[in-house]
């Protein structure tokens, strides 16, 4: 009982983006809380309780191996990978109904609306309808959890997208600035580092700041080679030509794209190739 118990508190967490300081926070000590993942201790009802509220949960539920074994969690693991696969196509018509009550259910509505609000701005092309989905997310969140957790920041940086894009420079800085600032303070490696990186790049190139966009874009591939990751890699290398094309180092520039055209196509990124082989047309 113990064992599930601390299991069930750490994929929960983990499902959040939480760590386990942040979790732990005015709750009880962060080594009390991996003791009690572990298994090695239980924790009083009070903390259980308390954990359970930054949780958004009920105690009930986390009790019920039922959380676990529920088909959400299968859920959410195929929509992220869709997600990581930049399978917007099938992504999109996924978030109906049924998978909202789902995720309604599990207290993890904002993963729905993050989900939907990157359709509606890199499928749809509606950043409209992809404020009103992510800042819904971030809303939900910040309920939930405080301080910002990576998956927020994840949130702001394709909000700073959207808002540019309607030429809202006011909307956009703030949720730029969050994302700096977090930047600034982030320790700990995640998976969504990557597309952090590459939002604030585009923000940058959309703005002319071609210099720091190509910082940023460095920094997200030092990221993925840290983590040993590929996610976002060829996107990176592309955005990385078309900046050097920009400011007049177009040889340089085709070679990055030409790569991260032939990166992508080697690591069966389908859906990526093609968004990348449309854009390269786009620009030469």
């Known amino acids: 009982?113990?064992?599930?118990?601390?299991?069930?508190?750490?994929?929960?967490?983990?499902?959040?983006?939480?760590?386990?300081?942040q979790l732990a926070e005015g709750i009880c000590s962060q080594s009390l809380l991996s003791r009690v993942e572990k298994g090695l201790e239980i924790p009083s009802v009070l903390i259980i309780h308390n954990i359970c509220q930054k949780l958004g949960i009920t105690v009930d539920s986390l009790l019920s191996s039922s959380q676990l074994d529920s088909p959400f969690i299968q859920l959410k693991k195929e929509?992220?990978?869709?997600?990581?696969?930049?399978?917007?196509?099938?992504?999109?018509?996924?978030?109906?109904?049924?998978?909202?009550?789902?995720?309604?259910?599990?207290?993890?509505a904002?993963?729905?609306?993050?989900?939907?609000?990157?359709?509606?701005?890199?499928?749809?092309?509606?950043?409209q309808n992809?404020?009103?989905?992510?800042?819904?997310?971030?809303?939900?969140?910040?309920?939930?959890?405080?301080?910002?957790?990576?998956?927020?920041?994840?949130?702001?940086?394709?909000?700073?997208?959207?808002y540019s894009e309607l030429n809202d420079e006011i909307h956009a800085l703030k949720h730029l600035n969050q994302c700096l600032l977090f930047l600034h303070k982030q320790v700990e490696p995640s998976e969504w580092m990557p597309?952090?990186?590459?939002?604030?790049?585009?923000?940058y190139a959309q703005q002319?700041?071609?210099?720091?966009?190509?910082?940023?874009?460095?920094?997200?591939?030092?990221?993925?080679q840290k983590q040993n990751s590929t996610f976002q890699l060829s996107h990176?290398?592309?955005?990385?030509?078309?900046?050097?094309?920009?400011?007049?180092r177009k040889q340089?520039?085709?070679?990055?794209?030409?790569?991260?055209?032939?990166?992508?196509s080697y690591l069966d990124e389908q859906f990526v190739t093609a968004e990348l082989t449309r854009r390269r047309k786009l620009l030469y």
């Open 1 to 21: 009982m113990t064992k599930e118990l601390g299991k069930s508190i750490k994929q929960l967490r983990t499902n959040l983006e939480l760590t386990q300081k």
């Open 79 to 108: 929509l992220q990978e869709l997600f990581f696969r930049h399978d917007f196509e099938t992504l999109y018509p996924s978030l109906h109904k049924k998978t909202f009550a789902l995720f309604e259910t599990h207290s993890q």
């Open 110 to 127: 904002t993963h729905y609306y993050f989900f939907l609000g990157v359709c509606e701005l890199l499928y749809k092309a509606n950043p």
């Open 130 to 162: 992809a404020i009103t989905a992510l800042e819904e997310a971030l809303s939900l969140s910040s309920r939930r959890s405080n301080p910002l957790t990576t998956h927020d920041i994840l949130v702001s940086s394709y909000l700073t997208l959207a």
């Open 195 to 203: 597309s952090i990186y590459l939002n604030i790049a585009r923000f």
């Open 208 to 224: 002319s700041e071609n210099l720091t966009a190509i910082e940023y874009v460095h920094l997200g591939i030092d990221c993925c």
């Open 236 to 248: 990176l290398f592309f955005e990385l030509g078309v900046l050097f094309i920009q400011t007049d």
């Open 252 to 264: 340089s520039g085709v070679r990055k794209i030409k790569f991260s055209l032939e990166l992508s």
